[in-house]
């Protein structure tokens, strides 16, 4: 009887370590039924092993025993599942209270967070309302401005007023401070001239000049003169004058002499990027006052300026001088030309 007993005691030892194990592997709770039928198996299996060794009498008496083992660790796996339920309830408890505690952590920081965008909603209100006042405070300032430009009168206008200023009187503007020598030149005709400030006959605002023509059909035109200006803006000049012309024909017993009176003007636009100068003039001489082979003379002239540098100027423009002689009027320049005028110092 000594090896059945010992094998159910071996037995009783294996089945208390397996079902701990069981019991515990991933916190699993077994039902006492399935831990009968485990039982049931491994006994069929031992009653198995005893008969191949034992009587039939003897394989009977350790039945027996065995079942009363059997019962003993029954009995102890009972209560191996009962500890195991209270500690997975006691491990449900925790993480019960665990995922209290977290949400409340996330319901104090959701209302720290309302609070704060509470506090914050005040200042971003009254920031927006000093902006929204600083805006129509602004547009107020510019429909004041333009109300009170368009209410002032003409004459305190500052542009009207540049432009008064402008075309105010004042006393005559000299062309050049010394002297100034002019050059053109066209197709069929070269012009040289020399202008110089006189203040001879007590005449202040005086220039007198001395100017030479020569065209291809031999033309030579010699004029001298004198002219007083008389400017009435800052911008627009007048200049009144006489002119005596020697003209020596290229046709024989052509030469004529005239004395003519004219006028002179010239504009100069008030844009520094572009400050363009216009300038005309007309001579003219009558019969009476044309000797020699001529009967009258007639001297008019166009161009447009542009300053280069500080004392010089390129321009353009047109001449038409004619003297009438017979038996037929010469046209001794009727052409577009272009020169430079520089002042000398």
């Known amino acids: 009887m000594i090896k059945p007993v010992h094998h159910c005691l071996l037995t009783a030892a294996f089945f208390a370590t397996t079902s701990v194990s069981l019991a515990g592997e991933q916190n699993k709770k077994l039902s006492v039924s399935e831990i009968e039928a485990r039982l049931a198996g491994f006994n069929v ?23 009363e083992v059997y019962s003993g660790v029954l009995v102890t796996l009972q209560e191996v599942s009962v500890d195991t339920a209270e500690a997975d309830a006691e491990s449900a408890e925790q993480i019960e209270t665990a995922a209290d505690q977290a949400e409340a952590t996330a319901e104090a920081a959701a209302g720290q967070a309302s609070q704060a965008v509470a506090d914050a909603a005040p200042a971003a209100e009254e920031k927006a309302a000093e902006v929204k006042e600083a805006v129509k405070a602004k547009e107020a300032a510019d429909v004041k401005e333009v109300a009170e430009a368009e209410s002032k009168p003409a004459a305190e206008n500052p542009a009207f007023k540049a432009v008064v200023e402008a075309m105010a009187p004042q006393a005559p503007a000299k062309p050049f401070e010394k002297s100034r020598f002019t050059f053109y030149i066209s197709d069929k005709v070269a012009f040289a001239q020399i202008e110089q400030n006189t203040n001879r006959f007590k005449l202040e605002d005086g220039r007198a000049h001395v100017a030479v023509l020569y065209s291809e059909e031999r033309d030579s035109v010699l004029h001298t003169g004198l002219s007083l200006d008389a400017s009435l803006t800052k911008s627009f000049r007048l200049a009144f004058g006489m002119r005596a012309y020697i003209a020596l024909l290229g046709e024989e017993n052509s030469d004529a002499f005239a004395a003519a009176f004219g006028a002179e003007a010239a504009y100069q636009l008030p844009f520094k990027a572009l400050p363009l100068e216009f300038s005309a003039s007309l001579y003219h001489a009558p019969d009476i006052l044309t000797f020699g082979s001529g009967d009258r003379a007639l001297d008019a002239q166009i161009d447009v300026a542009v300053p280069f540098r500080s004392k010089s100027a390129i321009f353009a423009g047109i001449r038409f001088l004619q003297i009438d002689v017979s038996p037929e009027d010469v046209e001794v320049d009727n052409r577009l030309h272009v020169g430079f005028r520089w002042d000398l110092d």
Do not use: K, M, R
């Open 45 to 67: 299996v031992l009653v198995n092993a005893s008969s191949t060794t034992d009587s039939q009498n003897t394989a009977d008496a350790e039945e027996d025993s065995g079942s």
